[in-house]
């Protein structure tokens, strides 16, 4: 399988639109920052197509093409994706030693400043909570709470730098200099609408509405690594990013600098885990990662999760609000469907491992995806995408 990271630089703004629908007089269209890996893998897969100069009616229409061609991006009106996929995608900068890729912040941190108005992150560690003093519905029997100094208001949009990361996985102080707070990336701007009636043809003066616009800082862009195994990917070329088309350009990347790639220690070793996830994901069991079993175990509940061979416990979790993930199916000319999600940067605790936990690292490459999951499309395009970081006895 041939793994080639590109970097996407924006030439335009973006008009990155999220689920929420707009259009009507005086409504607000929100830009949808970082957008969902599904925007990475609908622009590269039109590109190859472009490239080889492939009409997109006759690949939808079953025509005639190369067969690396279809192998690669299958034959989507019939349910068949290829085996291209996205695989990482994460909002990056260009720094003197490559392209740095940026990490959305782990919802285990807590971000507040002190009285000198100095920024302090802390961990969240998961505690056991008394029965009587319930603080949440999930069925895990501890809770993710914040450890040491006072209360402060956590999470936020701020990211984290490829050192950071590291240090994250590492349990490691996290200060200031690893934090990067939106407006360091990328600017808001308000564009004027005007609607259109699509049967006179017209535009439609009593409808006016205003949408976001991503203006992104010179040398930022974002980093997306692929899985092309018929290398059909130019080095580089231009992108159309968005319903709008938007323009980007791209270039294979030869140097990041990232969190290198965890290893597990000896099964012996590996009292527990924290998986990331790096994109939105989507479970059939609401948070509850697919692979899950919820049982009773001598009046205590379990949550049980399984991967290939290897077994361990959600012993704790923590989230933001879970966000709706849809789009556009361009092979079927309709809506896709409306799914809920969970948001980039939660974090699912483990413990209590059974088996070899290296086959855990496996998720960082296939996603946080069982044999049993059923979206072939949202695998292909990148949505659970997650990281793991092994605590060391």
Not at 208 to 223: C, Q, V
Not at 255 to 273: C, D, F, L, V
Request: net charge negative.
């Amino acid at each position: 399988m041939i793994t080639k990271e590109i970097f996407i630089e924006p030439i335009d703004v973006l008009m990155l639109r999220g689920n929420r629908q707009f259009g009507g007089g005086g409504d607000w269209g929100e830009a949808l920052m970082p957008p969902w890996p599904s925007l990475f893998s609908g622009a590269i897969r039109s590109a190859i197509l472009s490239q080889r100069g492939v009409n997109i009616a006759q690949f939808l229409g079953g025509g005639e093409i190369d067969s690396r061609i279809r192998h690669s991006l299958g034959f989507p009106p019939d349910g068949d994706f290829g085996t291209f996929r996205v695989t990482k995608s994460n909002i990056a900068r260009i720094t003197s030693k490559g392209v740095e890729r940026l990490y959305h912040l782990p919802a285990d941190l807590e971000v507040s400043q002190n009285a000198e108005k100095e920024y302090v992150v802390r961990y969240k560690k998961p505690v056991v909570v008394p029965p009587s003093f319930s603080m949440t519905s999930a069925r895990t029997p501890k809770v993710a709470f914040t450890q040491g100094g006072a209360g402060g208001k956590g999470g936020g949009s701020y990211l984290l730098t490829s050192a950071g990361f590291e240090k994250w996985r590492r349990m490691e102080s996290i200060s200031a200099k690893d934090l990067l707070s939106p407006s360091d990336i990328y600017s808001i701007e308000s564009r004027l609408g005007i609607g259109l009636d699509f049967f006179l043809i017209y535009s439609d003066k009593s409808v006016i509405y205003t949408t976001d616009a991503i203006s992104m800082k010179i040398g930022y862009g974002f980093l997306v690594k692929v899985q092309d195994s018929d290398d059909l990917l130019d080095e580089a070329g231009l992108l159309r990013l968005g319903g709008d088309g938007r323009g980007a350009t791209y270039s294979t990347v030869i140097s990041t600098t990232e969190a290198p790639a965890e290893s597990s220690p000896s099964s012996s070793a590996a009292a527990s885990a924290r998986i990331y996830l790096n994109s939105p994901a989507l479970f059939e069991g609401g948070w509850y990662p697919d692979g899950s079993t919820i049982y009773d175990n001598g009046g205590r509940d379990v949550v049980s999760f399984e991967f290939n061979s290897v077994s361990c416990e959600i012993i704790a979790a923590t989230s933001g609000r879970h966000r709706t993930v849809s789009g556009w199916d361009l092979s079927k000319g309709e809506p896709k469907e409306s799914l809920r999600s969970i948001p980039s940067g939660a974090v699912y605790f483990l413990d209590n491992f059974d088996g070899d936990p290296d086959e855990l690292t496996e998720v960082i490459e296939s996603g946080l995806w069982t044999t049993n999951s059923t979206s072939d499309q949202r695998r292909a395009e990148g949505f659970n995408q997650c990281e793991i970081a092994f605590s060391r006895s």
